[in-house]
């Protein structure tokens, strides 16, 4: 079996946000960059199907040259090897068109899985695994936070807003999962040190035969009008709670009462 | 031009509170005309009802086959919407499912697709988005390059539902053909959980977020009857999710749910970023922490520095004696 996670490099949801006044992305750069928390979820998902049924496990990242230490760390949880597409014409791409570089690079490869998380924390649009598969034309089970394999059927129990649906489809297949379905690893000292040595494979837009015109901040099917960081917040009231949770608990009765939530 | 598609949301044939919310941005905002998209079992039921809230045509999938497979029978249907309505616009709502089937349709008519906007104006044809960006500390307005259909997801609360007093909604009935490939995943099971009669977090118009210093699942009872008596779902962090307390799909923060409901209000929660990034684009924020020094406080409207289990049973007292 042929595994594949997708992983993105994204900012540290603490650091401070940079703009670039040029174009108006995020300067992704200065902005403390870390493997995205739900691809660590994917990748022990993958690992633990790769210890328990034996399966080569590689990441897949769509990312500048800089991501290499991403990748790195990725391979570091014992992955067997990573392809990056870089290519400066894909600054700035959207959902649609990174799901279209992944789909391109995945489409000279061989593979049973592709196991990604569900939302990225900075984009955080949800929508790269319905778009892979939908490139592919593959079945995706999303959501997942149950997978169990069964010969080529994948059984996924799907997070509900009010608990969980059963689906099952054939492999190949996309599957995205949620927080909820392992606890990730550790990377262990020798992972870390055999990532350093781990094949990597990057390509280029060219190799992968995707047309720089469809891809970057000019090719998007979605155009970004303008960027500003949030406005900051009136300081708020606050009662101290004399220990009888009678003044605390009026004060805020009186809150809720005028802002008319009761 | 310019007419838009609204997929509606229901159960059983009754419209869920998003579909007024888009039907009225729909309305409000476009030019055109507004229809709606009603798919599944029973969807026949309250489509011409649609029309209150502005739909003029509702084309409907009443199949249970909608719900039978996932994601991809009613990707089939949108596109078939879609083309019958000639809309050039799409308003979903956005949640996790509804997501991946907008996503897939969008690529199969060419469509450029945002999810989570807060805000909706027009400029000229294009419907211009504002949505926030990493966990909120950035609001970016975007959009669609023209030329192309539009799809966009709109978060539930932004809008407030108000009725138009339109007539009924001429039902349309879609002929949607399922081929093998909108059948390759299917729905073996539905498993709810008891809800208590609680809204749906992501679309509760209030939520009550419980966190570490509840202590114990125990104390988890003690904020759903306060979700209770304001009508509330309940949230919790993920200290609180980790610890087995409440379950997963009631997690805000980073890599659980992001909402933006008109009041959150926490208790026993510290206010790390990775929970603001799920929560701080609310419209009012209320907090307990007997922690004066919380990083909650800083974006809370109002703060009460106490012991939340002292503060909340007088508070569902106040409240229950307020409403009466
Ligand atoms: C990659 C990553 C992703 C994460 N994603 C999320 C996420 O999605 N959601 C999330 O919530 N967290 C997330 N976290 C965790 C986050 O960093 C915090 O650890 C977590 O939010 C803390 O939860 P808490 O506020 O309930 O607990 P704590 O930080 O322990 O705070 C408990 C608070 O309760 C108060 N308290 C205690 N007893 C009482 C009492 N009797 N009355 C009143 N107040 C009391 C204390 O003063 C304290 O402020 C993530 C972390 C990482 C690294
Ligand atoms: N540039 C990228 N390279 C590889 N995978 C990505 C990239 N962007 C998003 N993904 C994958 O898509 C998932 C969902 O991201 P998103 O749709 O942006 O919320 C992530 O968890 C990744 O697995």
Same mark, same amino acid.
């Given at each position: 079996?042929?595994?594949?996670?997708?992983?993105?490099?994204?900012?540290?949801?603490?650091?401070?946000?940079?703009?670039?006044?040029?174009?108006?992305?995020?300067?992704?750069?200065?902005?403390?960059?870390? /493997?995205?928390?739900? @691809?660590?979820?994917?990748?022990?998902?993958?690992?633990?199907?790769?210890?328990?049924?034996?399966?080569?496990?590689?990441?897949?990242?769509?990312?500048?040259?800089?991501?290499?230490?991403?990748?790195?760390?990725?391979?570091?949880?014992?992955?067997?090897?990573?392809?990056?597409?870089?290519?400066?014409?894909?600054?700035?791409?959207?959902?649609?068109?990174?799901?279209?570089?992944?789909?391109?690079?995945?489409?000279?490869?061989?593979?049973?899985?592709?196991?990604?998380?569900?939302?990225?924390?900075?984009?955080?649009?949800?929508?790269?695994?319905?778009? /892979?598969?939908?490139?592919?034309?593959?079945?995706?089970?999303?959501?997942?936070?149950?997978?169990?394999?069964?010969?080529?059927?994948?059984?996924?129990?799907?997070?509900?807003?009010?608990?969980?649906?059963?689906?099952?489809?054939?492999?190949?297949?996309?599957?995205?999962?949620?927080?909820?379905?392992?606890?990730?690893?550790?990377?262990?000292?020798?992972?870390?040190?055999?990532?350093?040595?781990?094949?990597?494979?990057?390509?280029?837009?060219?190799?992968?035969?995707?047309?720089?015109?469809?891809?970057?901040?000019?090719?998007?099917?979605?155009?970004?009008? %303008?960027?500003?960081?949030?406005?900051? =917040?009136?300081?708020?009231?606050?009662?101290?709670?004399?220990?009888?949770?009678?003044?605390?608990?009026?004060? /805020?009765?009186?809150?809720?009462?005028?802002?008319?939530?009761? | 031009?310019?007419?838009?598609?609204?997929?509606?949301?229901?159960?059983?044939?009754?419209?869920?509170?998003?579909?007024?919310?888009?039907?009225?941005?729909?309305?409000?905002?476009?030019?055109?005309?507004? *229809?709606?998209?009603?798919?599944?079992?029973?969807?026949?039921?309250?489509?011409?009802?649609?029309?209150?809230?502005?739909?003029?045509?509702?084309?409907?999938?009443?199949?249970?086959?909608?719900?039978?497979?996932?994601?991809?029978?009613?990707?089939?249907?949108?596109?078939?919407?879609?083309?019958?309505?000639?809309?050039?616009?799409?308003?979903?709502?956005?949640?996790?499912?509804?997501?991946?089937?907008?996503?897939?349709?969008?690529?199969?008519?060419?469509?450029?697709?945002?999810?989570?906007?807060?805000?909706?104006?027009? @400029?000229?044809?294009?419907?211009?988005?504002?949505?926030?960006?990493?966990?909120?500390?950035?609001?970016?307005?975007?959009?669609?390059?023209? +030329?192309?259909?539009?799809?966009?997801?709109?978060?539930?609360?932004?809008?407030?539902?108000?009725?138009?007093?339109?007539?009924?909604?001429?039902?349309?009935? /879609?002929?949607?053909?399922?081929?093998?490939?909108?059948?390759?995943?299917?729905?073996?099971?539905?498993?709810?959980?008891?809800? +208590?009669?609680?809204?749906?977090?992501?679309?509760?118009?209030?939520?009550?977020? +419980?966190?570490?210093?509840?202590?114990?699942?125990?104390?988890?009872?003690?904020?759903?009857?306060?979700?209770?008596?304001?009508?509330?779902?309940?949230?919790?962090?993920?200290?609180?999710? %980790?610890?087995?307390?409440?379950?997963?799909? *009631?997690?805000?923060?980073?890599?659980? =749910?992001?909402?933006?409901?008109?009041?959150?209000?926490?208790?026993?929660?510290? +206010?790390?970023?990775?929970?603001?990034?799920?929560?701080?684009?609310?419209?009012?924020?209320?907090?307990?922490? =007997?922690?004066? %020094?919380?990083?909650?406080?800083?974006?809370?409207?109002?703060?009460?520095?106490?012991?939340?289990? =002292?503060?909340?049973?007088?508070?569902?007292?106040?409240?229950?004696?307020?409403?009466?």
């Amino acid at each position: 079996m042929r595994i594949i996670c997708p992983i993105k490099r994204v900012p540290d949801t603490a650091a401070e946000k940079k703009l670039d006044p040029a174009d108006r992305t995020v300067d992704r750069e200065q902005s403390d960059p870390v /493997l995205n928390a739900n @691809d660590e979820w994917s990748i022990e998902e993958a690992m633990r199907i790769s210890e328990r049924d034996g399966a080569e496990v590689i990441a897949l990242c769509m990312g500048p040259d800089e991501a290499q230490s991403t990748i790195r760390k990725a391979l570091s949880y014992g992955l067997d090897g990573a392809i990056q597409i870089s290519d400066p014409a894909l600054h700035g791409s959207d959902a649609v068109a990174t799901a279209r570089v992944l789909a391109a690079a995945l489409r000279q490869e061989q593979f049973d899985l592709i196991i990604m998380g569900n939302q990225s924390s900075d984009a955080r649009t949800m929508l790269v695994p319905a778009l /892979l598969a939908e490139f592919l034309d593959l079945p995706a089970l999303t959501y997942a936070r149950k997978l169990e394999i069964d010969g080529s059927t994948l059984t996924v129990q799907r997070e509900s807003p009010s608990g969980h649906v059963v689906v099952q489809a054939q492999m190949p297949a996309v599957v995205s999962v949620v927080e909820a379905i392992n606890e990730p690893r550790y990377p262990s000292f020798k992972g870390i040190m055999a990532a350093k040595s781990k094949p990597l494979d990057v390509r280029d837009l060219a190799a992968i035969g995707v047309d720089a015109a469809d891809v970057g901040l000019e090719g998007s099917w979605t155009q970004v009008v %303008d960027v500003v960081a949030r406005p900051p =917040k009136e300081p708020g009231k606050r009662v101290e709670d004399d220990g009888s949770g009678s003044v605390g608990a009026k004060a /805020l009765a009186e809150f809720l009462a005028e802002r008319k939530f009761i | 031009m310019g007419d838009i598609l609204v997929l509606a949301e229901h159960d059983a044939g009754v419209p869920r509170r998003i579909t007024g919310q888009l039907l009225t941005a729909a309305r409000e905002r476009g030019a055109g005309a507004v *229809h709606a998209a009603v798919f599944g079992d029973k969807a026949a039921e309250g489509a011409d009802r649609l029309g209150a809230h502005g739909a003029a045509k509702a084309f409907v999938w009443d199949s249970s086959e909608a719900d039978a497979y996932v994601t991809e029978a009613r990707t089939a249907a949108l596109v078939a919407a879609l083309q019958a309505s000639g809309a050039d616009v799409v308003l979903f709502s956005s949640e996790p499912f509804t997501t991946d089937v907008a996503a897939r349709a969008a690529v199969r008519v060419n469509a450029g697709i945002i999810t989570d906007a807060v805000d909706l104006e027009m @400029d000229g044809d294009a419907v211009v988005a504002t949505k926030a960006i990493f966990g909120g500390d950035m609001i970016s307005r975007c959009r669609v390059r023209p +030329g192309r259909p539009q799809f966009i997801g709109v978060k539930a609360n932004a809008f407030t539902a108000q009725e138009a007093g339109g007539a009924p909604a001429e039902i349309v009935a /879609l002929d949607v053909q399922l081929d093998d490939t909108a059948r390759r995943a299917s729905v073996v099971d539905v498993v709810e959980q008891e809800s +208590g009669g609680r809204p749906e977090m992501t679309e509760a118009s209030i939520i009550i977020a +419980g966190g570490r210093g509840l202590g114990d699942a125990e104390s988890f009872r003690l904020l759903e009857e306060l979700a209770d008596a304001l009508g509330g779902a309940v949230g919790a962090s993920r200290a609180a999710t %980790d610890a087995g307390w409440y379950p997963h799909q *009631h997690q805000i923060g980073q890599t659980g =749910k992001t909402v933006a409901p008109q009041l959150y209000l926490g208790a026993g929660i510290s +206010g790390a970023i990775q929970h603001r990034a799920g929560m701080q684009t609310s419209q009012a924020i209320a907090v307990i922490n =007997k922690d004066a %020094d919380a990083p909650i406080f800083s974006i809370a409207d109002f703060g009460v520095v106490g012991d939340l289990h =002292k503060v909340i049973p007088p508070l569902i007292e106040e409240i229950r004696k307020r409403r009466e």
